[in-house]
């Protein structure tokens, strides 16, 4: 079973040379430490900064220099930084080839619900919306079920829903499954978890074709 570390080490092996990459608030941003050796990615936050490095050392932090979960981060050589206006034009004129976005909910189909639970205070929808809506590839870093034992990959999503039918690929503690229009398809699994262990944290339609491999992390 792989932690939060897993998930973004798991999720960084899927990063091509010369991509541009936007991370969502939670597990995604750790992506920025684990790029794989021999690529060069520019990671961008809706916040307004293009070439986003991974977190500072301790003590070395500058509060003026935050993602849009406003944790401190650092700026790789040559990184700009803009309003608001100017980075979601740059998503919404869809120039980010890969989003990874956290998740309450993710749906058999692709559906997403990651930013409200109903009766409780949320700072609002954030740039969510906008990027599922304007992105081609997006992964969905999340964990297969909740703190009471619940799955979180559904048939359909209960929350209020931030897009329709627009993920692509899903990774969680257990495992990494694509989406197809049958369902979630078992691409790999996470090391010491079985395919049973899965079957049985899944709600949504599960496909599961030959031998499963062990990720690789």
């Known amino acids: ?17 010369g991509w541009y990459v936007n991370l969502g608030i939670g597990i995604p ?6 790029i794989p050796k021999g690529i060069s990615v ?6 307004g900064i293009l070439g986003m490095g991974p977190f500072p050392f301790e003590g070395e932090e500058d509060a003026d220099m935050i993602n849009a979960g406003k944790q401190t981060i650092t700026a790789m050589p040559g990184a700009s930084i803009f309003d608001s206006a100017t980075s979601f034009a740059m ?3 869809q120039h980010i080839q890969l989003t990874v976005l956290g998740a309450m909910e993710v749906s058999d189909n ?8 109903p009766g409780r205070m949320v700072k609002g929808m954030g740039g969510a919306m906008d990027l599922v809506a304007s992105a081609d590839n997006i992964i969905v870093a999340m964990m297969h079920t909740n703190k009471k034992g619940k799955s979180k990959l559904l048939k359909s999503c209960t929350l209020p829903l ?14 990494v499954l694509d989406i197809t229009p049958d369902g979630f398809k078992l691409i790999e699994r996470a090391p010491g978890v079985t395919v049973e262990d899965i079957k049985n944290a899944t709600e949504g339609r599960l496909i599961i074709e030959g031998d499963i491999p062990e990720m690789k992390i």
């Open 42 to 47: 520019e990671f961008q936050s809706e916040n």
């Open 1 to 17: 079973m792989l932690d939060k570390i897993g998930i973004a080490k798991r999720i960084a092996q899927e990063l091509q040379d």
């Open 110 to 117: 692709g559906d997403i619900a990651n930013w409200k639970i």
């Open 29 to 34: 941003t750790l992506i920025a430490n684990y």
């Open 91 to 93: 998503i919404r004129g």
């Open 162 to 175: 931030t897009g329709v039918q627009c993920i692509k690929k899903v990774v969680t503690n257990l495992a």
